[in-house]
């Protein structure tokens, strides 16, 4: 009774365990193996390693509960040609909520500042010379990205501005790098604007109703292609041509909606998975 209470109610040691399996998969066939006991529910799944043994991994993971929630148009793709019944779900991080992530806060705070999330161009480096050389051919290379940046924020003149960053060391605990992404979340829900190359700074942003903007100068076709449509972006392409879509009302900048009906639909299939757990 001490090891299992469960079992002084008659229970099975063997609980089953219920995963929400949202998130980046690189998956291999000697690792990635989950048993009848747990209970999977596959949403918001990017692969990364997209190969026959990949999507076998996959179909076994998820067979309990298809259909697979893809994270992005690329792995719904590639798990429908091995026969594998998929959907775009989208990001699961587009349904965190501003109010959940500042229920802390004594008082809402106004939003305030503009926050450059991994989108800082850095200076060139003299030393040494090879380095001299590859930076200048990449600033040329990005210079339209570059020259729209300086465009945009000549909204926020009169804006303070602070730099934050999702790199982190690897001497951190887990506990530490959750306190870390909280503390990212708060700056993030309490902003005016936030400017991001970061993918994982830019849907959690949605969801928290922060005005946000992706900038990137080589667009991740595998990663962003379909959660692209619902942001703000300026990006370069392979070929050189440069996309940007900027939704503004009365002179700021705005979110787009066209998220909403995916995370709504996200929340509802989660909602309906963990309710399960309590019958």
Known sequence: KKICPFLARGQSLWMKVWVIGNGWYLLDEKRHSISESVNFLPVSIHIANQNDKSAKIIANLAHRNMPVGCRDLSTMEFL?????????????????????????????????????????????????????????????????????????????????????????????????????????????????????????????CLGLGTPVVLITNTFDQGRFRGLDNFLNHIYMHKDGSLSKIIETQNGEIINSTAFYEKANELRNRCSSFTKRILK
């Open 80 to 204: 429908q040609s091995h026969g594998i019944e998929a959907y775009f779900s989208s990001c699961l991080t587009t349904t965190l909520s501003r109010d959940f992530i500042l229920k802390d806060c004594k008082e809402k705070q106004e939003r305030k500042g503009i926050i450059f999330a991994d989108a800082r161009i850095d200076k060139l480096k003299i030393f040494p010379v090879t380095r001299l050389l590859d930076q200048w051919k990449k600033k040329n290379k990005f210079a339209p990205v570059h020259q729209e940046l300086y465009n945009l924020m000549e909204r926020f003149e009169s804006d303070q501005i602070e730099i934050t960053s999702h790199n982190c060391s690897f001497s951190k605990t887990h506990a530490q790098r959750f306190e870390l992404a909280m503390e990212l979340l708060k700056k993030y829900a309490s902003a005016k604007c936030v400017i991001t190359s970061r993918i994982h700074c830019a849907l959690p």
